[in-house]
């Protein structure tokens, strides 16, 4: 997590502000964990194995992940996580091949909730689109609306097409991230909404290009940087910079709901842009009467393909601060 | 796409296991071509399979009680109840309840996004 990217998310600001995470405590679910990596040192306070093989992280997915949100930047401070001062529970929940089974992940939300959690991160997807009933969804709905937990999810990696976000991403009440590089360009394998019910998805969208993260020890699955380091990609890597704003926010105004600062994140992100490839190859060659046709599609389109493939827009943790504050003190008077 | 949908002909009714929630996949229609017509369930893949039914809770204590069903474990606070069967069993117990249930899909398979 390089400080370049904090700075553009407006993360830096907060921290001048004594805002870095603490007392926080974020539940991740995904592929374990590597507890020897000196950023996550002393991060972890509880862990469970839900796939059974330990919780050791085999693939590196959920340590680079683990990192963004809370890296402690003890080689160099620049490489501090978003919400560097927050402390960590990790579910292991997949099998060596990165898979994971719905009730399993049911149990370890469950388990994430009983262990007092205030935001979950949630980089794992089903292959196949849902509407929003599946029971993963409706359990991320209902840790929500009943337990006051949030939950981030990645929207999946199966675009350019429409209508591609899988589970849990599709639940109404998640935070559904989509991620754009680093010129704030949606990335193409970013999925795209709506849902399957018509509702807009992804919510926002955050950095997912190249990103340098903490490498679990022995793992490839990244372009390796160093021993320590690699560089991860997509939205997976895009969602723990939004757990990690969660973090940051729900410190600062700790009586704030989930859907307060839902509200707060998705009032306050800055312009993210369409990718001009992705609406350029859905032009058809041939006749002028079918180009025009397909220009008329082109521009009618627009609107619909921005809303459904970067939501609101690319995060942004100051402007949301600020509109958060502004939401509590309405609230107040 | 994975096979995540199982849709059926059955006693020369369609039954489809995860409508409405899943989005038609490449299974689908596959499915039912290869199964219409033949006016017999044949099952697509042998031994238990795992599969979600989420319904009211006494519907679920109902289901629970299915000497063809083995409960996995009831999640009372979302209407849910996982439970591993054969197909066929799945597929008349289906028809049988079709009015009573909220959805009644196989377990969807999740995975790491990278």
């Not at chain 1, 394998?189 to 990103?211: F, H, M, N």
């Amino acid at each position: 997590m390089t400080h370049g990217i904090c700075r553009r998310l407006g993360v830096t600001r907060l921290w001048s502000l004594k805002i870095t995470g603490k007392g926080i405590l974020v539940g991740v679910i995904g592929t374990g964990i590597d507890l020897t990596h000196p950023d996550l040192e002393g991060k972890v306070v509880a862990t469970k194995d839900l796939g059974g093989h330990g919780i050791s992280d085999d693939i590196g997915h959920d340590t680079a992940i683990a990192g963004i949100i809370s890296a402690k930047g003890a080689k160099n401070w620049r490489l501090r996580g978003l919400a560097y001062e927050t402390q960590l529970v990790i579910a292991k929940v997949t099998q060596f091949d990165g898979s994971a089974e719905e009730d399993v992940l049911i149990d370890a939300l469950e388990w994430l909730a009983s262990q007092g959690v205030h935001v979950i991160n949630f980089s794992i997807t089903s292959d196949c689109v849902t509407d929003g009933r599946d029971p993963v969804s409706r359990e991320v709905n209902y840790l929500v609306q009943k337990r006051g937990i949030a939950v981030v999810c990645a929207a999946g990696n199966y675009g350019p097409a429409h209508y591609t976000i899988g589970s849990p991403g599709v639940a109404e009440q998640a935070i559904t991230v989509g991620c754009v590089n680093n010129q704030d360009v949606l990335r193409l394998a970013s999925s795209r909404g709506p849902t399957l019910d018509g509702r807009v998805k992804p919510d926002t969208v955050a950095p997912g290009e190249r990103i340098l993260c903490p490498r679990a020890h022995n793992t490839t699955s990244c372009d390796i940087h160093s021993d320590l380091y690699g560089f991860f990609d997509l939205t997976s890597i895009a969602t723990p910079h939004v757990t990690g704003i969660y973090a940051l926010l729900r410190q600062a105004f700790p009586k704030a709901t989930p859907q307060q600062v839902k509200q707060a994140i998705l009032g306050s992100c800055d312009p993210a842009y369409m990718p001009i490839v992705s609406r350029i190859t859905s032009l058809p060659s041939g006749s002028l009467y079918r180009l025009q046709a397909a220009l008329k599609r082109f521009f009618s389109r627009k609107k619909f393909d921005e809303k459904h493939s970067v939501g609101y827009g690319r995060v942004n943790a100051y402007r949301a601060y600020l509109k958060l504050k502004e939401l509590m003190n309405v609230g107040k008077t | 796409m994975p096979d995540c949908i199982y849709h059926f002909q059955y006693r020369g009714k369609n039954i489809c296991l995860s409508a409405p929630s899943i989005s038609p996949c490449g299974a689908c229609p596959r499915a039912s071509t290869v199964l219409s017509g033949s006016g017999e369930f044949k099952p697509a893949m042998k031994g238990r399979l795992k599969f979600s039914i989420q319904a009211s809770e006494p519907v679920l204590a109902g289901l629970a009680k299915d000497p063809r069903l083995e409960v996995i474990k009831t999640i009372s606070h979302i209407g849910t109840m996982y439970v591993t069967a054969t197909e066929e069993n799945i597929v008349e117990m289906k028809m049988e309840n079709e009015d009573k249930l909220v959805t009644f899909a196989k377990a969807i398979p999740f995975r790491s996004v990278r």
